[in-house]
């Protein structure tokens, strides 16, 4: 199965081919998966180098002359160091402009914390209109790569090295019901769905799979609302949905509970699935945790 | 190219009508020399159609104190003159820091220093890209140049060998990093850079004019606030 990073790249690539008006501007990373890129039209792909914020500047400079940029590097050196770029370059001047990143939260658990990125969505979602999109398997991330490369905003899509095992037919802004129940709604968000699926196994409650966190998809959501109590399980910081599912819920009387990275610096290292475990994000950890919430 | 004559009586007219951001002043009158030749003589603008597809592209990356590049673009008719008195009052278009999206002929819209040069990078690689001949024009402060973006940026540009791209910084002694002198060490990089008196309006055109085969750069030092 390819990975979802490699597809997203391969998407861009055949989008690249495709759209004359597609740049693309990297920062050391995945240059020998952009390869083809480079050989179709030099001028419209760049490697900086080892500079974040001059990567995220630069492919802003082409999105002011009407290119679609997409720029890509490890999520922490885009979403947090060089936030400031994406808010002021394209935010605010509203430009348009695909951010790949790789390395999601922990996956790069060996590197230890300067490459964690746990707070990456919660960062991001501080720029109005940014889309973001949270696949949970390669075909999904091809998905909506395709729908969302030219759409003049600032869409982030996160990719993960854990993943779901099956693509769902994912829709831009939609939420899909994977399971219908009566006591709670759980909502899972991209990669943690299958981990999701079964600790509720066993359970009688409604679980919705999410790919798109802004916007939000409050119609399914108040739709299918099942019992008072919603937990959201996410693959970064626990809470980083609040905002928007309380928005979604503010005329309904709900308890929300959120299961997902702890707030605290992540000193262990291991590989992203051991990690899980230890965090209590392995499907063991959020049947705990859901139980304990919902009683 | 804009053959106009340099009216600086009238352009320090037009600034003087923006007051209500004293604190920027001096970095504000600064620009002025540069911005005239530039919107004078040098860039190929349309302010009839700020969009026009062949026009010299200007980022104001020092985006503190417009007061002079506001007053520069009303006198060469981006917007009427009586927006000026507006500057930085509730409802204006004219704020402290330029916005593209509301003032006719800004290109970007700048104000944390440091983005200027990166974005202007990116819009020489996409003129060229587009296998258009304009220009990607930036202007810095001296003191701006302390931000490590830009040198991202310097680093980068010659590398990219983009001969479409000329940075203009305005050394008014404002940097606490002693920098100089500007031009040799932008010349350390590959930038073909040279320093002009700020205020001599035919030393800045010649230099301003010059093109090379990389990256230009032009250090103008100003000594004195008007």
């Known amino acids: 199965m390819i990975a979802m990073r490699a597809q997203a790249i391969d998407t861009v690539a055949d989008l690249f081919e495709r759209d ?58 885009v979403a947090e160091r060089g936030l400031e770029q994406l808010k002021l370059d394209f935010g605010n001047q509203e430009l348009g402009v695909l951010v790949i990143g790789v390395g999601g939260s922990y996956d790069y658990g060996s590197e230890g914390t300067t490459h964690h990125s746990p707070g990456d969505v919660q960062a991001l979602l501080t720029i109005p209109a940014t889309q973001v999109l949270v696949p949970g398997v390669a075909a999904e991330a091809d998905r909506l790569v395709r729908d969302t490369y030219a759409n003049d905003r600032i869409t982030y899509l996160r990719t993960q090295i854990v993943t779901n095992r099956e693509a769902r037919p994912v829709e831009l802004g939609r939420l899909l019901v994977e399971r219908r129940g009566s006591r709670a709604t759980v909502i899972a968000v991209g990669p943690m769905l299958d981990r999701t699926l079964a600790a509720t196994a066993d359970m009688d409650v409604t679980v919705l799979y999410a790919t798109t966190l802004n916007p939000f998809d409050a119609d399914t959501l108040g739709r299918e609302l099942a019992g008072d109590d919603v937990v959201v399980v996410e693959p970064f910081f626990a809470g980083t949905l609040a905002a928007p599912v309380s928005e979604a819920l503010r005329d309904r009387p709900t308890r929300l509970h959120f299961v997902g990275v702890p707030r605290a610096v992540i000193r262990d290292y291991g590989t992203a699935e051991q990690l899980d475990h230890v965090l209590g994000l392995d499907a063991a950890g959020i049947h705990r945790q859901i139980a304990s919430a919902i009683g | ?118 974005l202007a990078v990116g819009v020489a690689l996409a003129l060229r890209a587009k296998g258009a001949d304009q ?92």
Do not use: C
């Open chain 2, 1 to 118: 190219m804009s053959t106009l004559t340099l009216d600086r009586d009238e352009v320090v007219r037009l600034a003087a009508l923006a007051t209500g951001d004293e604190k920027h002043e001096a970095s504000s009158y600064s620009t002025l020399d540069a911005l005239l030749v530039l919107y004078g003589r040098v860039l190929h603008v349309d302010p009839s159609d700020p969009g026009w597809e062949q026009r010299d592209r200007f980022i104001l990356s020092k985006g503190h104190g417009p007061a002079a590049y506001y007053a520069v673009l009303s006198w060469r008719g981006f917007f009427p003159e009586h927006w000026l008195p507006t500057f930085t009052r509730q409802g204006s278009r004219l704020g402290s820091h330029p916005d593209r999206l509301l003032v006719p002929g800004v290109e970007a819209s700048t104000g944390s220093l440091g983005h200027g040069l990166p």
């Open chain 2, 135 to 226: 220009r990607a024009v930036v202007l810095t402060g001296d003191a701006e140049l302390n931000e490590g973006s830009n040198w991202e940026a310097i680093m980068l540009a010659p590398q990219l060998g983009l001969a479409n791209l000329t940075l203009v910084v305005i050394d008014n002694g404002s940097s606490t990093v002693d920098l100089a002198p500007i031009h040799e060490r932008l010349a350390v990089f590959g930038w073909h850079a040279e320093q002009v008196d700020g205020r001599d309006h035919a030393a800045l055109e010649a230099a301003l004019t010059a093109r090379h085969d990389g990256p230009d750069a032009v250090v103008a030092t100003v000594r004195s606030e008007s």
């Open chain 1, 20 to 77: 004359p008006r597609v740049a693309v501007v990297l920062a050391e990373i995945s240059l020998e998966r952009f390869a083809p890129v480079f050989a179709r039209d030099p001028a419209r792909a760049v490697n900086v180098g080892i500079m974040e914020q001059t990567m995220v500047g630069v492919a802003a400079g082409y999105a002011l002359e009407g290119f679609h940029p997409v720029i890509h590097t490890i999520t922490p050196f």
